[in-house]
């Protein structure tokens, strides 16, 4: 049984920064790919993709809107995901998840993935 437990968010001012992390048991981080999602209150729409990190040697993919304020690592020894956010704007406010995919590769769509934490959230005030 998988059990992914995120952590981190909370309420910060627009430039702030934040660290979620996921914690996973059953299943080693680095063995898988590990991907992060969110989605924003009152959006009916899947969860839209923030990037990614690849197991072994760690290669991420970050999508369009996060790309160079966000980054994706990996703490083998702590079983740990993170997901450091930083130039933190009011549309990054979401229920932020982190999920594991049962395959080697990145996967940027809510569908590659098998199991899910119950999201942590992140408020962004301006």
């Known amino acids: 049984q998988v059990q992914l437990v995120e952590s981190g968010g909370g309420l910060v001012q627009a430039g702030g920064s934040l660290r979620l992390s996921c914690v996973a048991s059953?299943?080693?981080?680095?063995?898988?790919?590990m991907g992060w999602f969110r989605q924003a209150p009152g959006n009916g729409k899947e969860r839209e993709f923030v990037?990614?990190?690849?197991?072994?040697?760690?290669?991420?993919d970050y999508a369009e809107s996060v790309r160079g304020r966000f980054t994706i690592s990996r703490d083998d020894g702590k079983n740990t995901v993170y997901l450091q956010m930083n130039s933190l704007q009011p549309g990054d406010t979401a229920l932020y998840y982190c999920?594991?995919?049962?395959?080697?590769?990145?996967?940027?769509?809510?569908?590659?993935?098998?199991?899910w934490g119950q999201g942590t959230q992140v408020t962004v005030s301006s």
């Open positions: 059953g299943r080693t981080v680095s063995d898988y790919a």
């Open positions: 990037g990614a990190i690849s197991r072994g040697s760690g290669a991420t």
């Open positions: 999920a594991v995919r049962s395959d080697l590769s990145i996967g940027v769509s809510y569908y590659d993935y098998d199991y």
